[in-house]
C-alpha cells in the first residue's frame, strides 16, 4: 500500500515538473528594450537685426532715418526683417540727396503721403546685387508702400539702376548685404508717380560756358590789338591830307598877294 503511494507521490511530481518545463518553452521571449530616439535641437534664431543701429552709424544717413522714426516707418521695417522668411531690401539716400531736393517739396504732401513715400524705399524680400539683373526683367516690382507704388530696374554692366518715374538713380554702394536685411545707397530720393503723378517736369539743359574774353596781356590781346591798328591807319592818313591841304592853300594865297602889291 506504501508502496503504491510513494509511485503515485512520484509519478505526480513528474507530472508537474514536465509541464512547468513545456510551460516555460512555449511561452514567446520577453520583446528587447526599445532605445528612445533622441530629439533634434532646434535650429538658431537667427540675430535680431536693428536697423536704428546700422543706419546711424553708416552714411550719413540722418534725415532718412528721422523721416523713417517720424512716420513710424522704421516699426514696418523692423518687423519685415525680423518677423518674416522673406526679409527686406532699403534703398537709403543720403543726407546731401534731400538738400539737393527742390521741386517737388516733400512738405506739400500729407502725413500719409510721406509714410507712403518711405514705403516705397523698401521691397518686401531680400535682395543680393546679383538678384537684381533678373528684376530687370520682370517688370515693375512692388515695393511695401503696395498698390501702384512700384520700381523698375536696369542692371547695366553690374550697375543696378532705379527708375520710379520722377526719380532715376543707381545703387551707389552696398551699406549691408546679409540675409535677411540688404541696404544699398542711392544718390537720390525715390519720388512715386502715385504721390507726384505724371507730369514729370523735364530735366534743365546745362547752363552755357561763359564767354571768357581774353586779358588784356595775353597773346590773344595783343593779336587784337595788332589786328586793329592797321584799321586806324586810313583816318589818320585822311587828318595828315586835310592839314597838308591847308598849308599849301596858304602858301598860293601868300604868293599871290605878294604879286598884287608888286603891282
Known sequence: ????????????VLLLCSSLAYGQAASPPAPAAMTPTPTPAPAPAPAYVNLTY??????????FLDYLES????????????????GITIFVPKDNAFKALKKPSLSNISDDQLKSLFL?????KFYALADFNDLSAKGP???LAGGQYTLNFTDNSGTVHLDSGWSKTKITSAVHSTDPVAIYQVDKVLLPEAIFGTDIPPTPAPAPAPDLSPAADTPAAKSK?????????????SSHR?????????LVLAVLGGVVLLF
Open 1 to 12: 500500500m506504501e508502496f503504491s503511494r510513494i509511485f503515485m507521490f512520484c509519478c505526480s
Open 242 to 250: 586835310i592839314m597838308n591841304l591847308g598849308i599849301g592853300s596858304q
Open 71 to 86: 512716420t513710424k516707418v522704421i516699426e514696418t521695417f523692423q518687423n519685415q526683417a525680423n518677423n518674416t522668411e522673406q
Open 54 to 63: 546700422l543706419l546711424s552709424v553708416a552714411g550719413p544717413f540722418h534725415t
Open 141 to 143: 516690382v512692388s515695393t
Open 120 to 124: 516705397f524705399h523698401a521691397l518686401p
Open 225 to 237: 590789338e595788332s589786328g586793329s591798328s592797321p584799321k586806324s591807319s586810313p583816318s589818320n592818313s
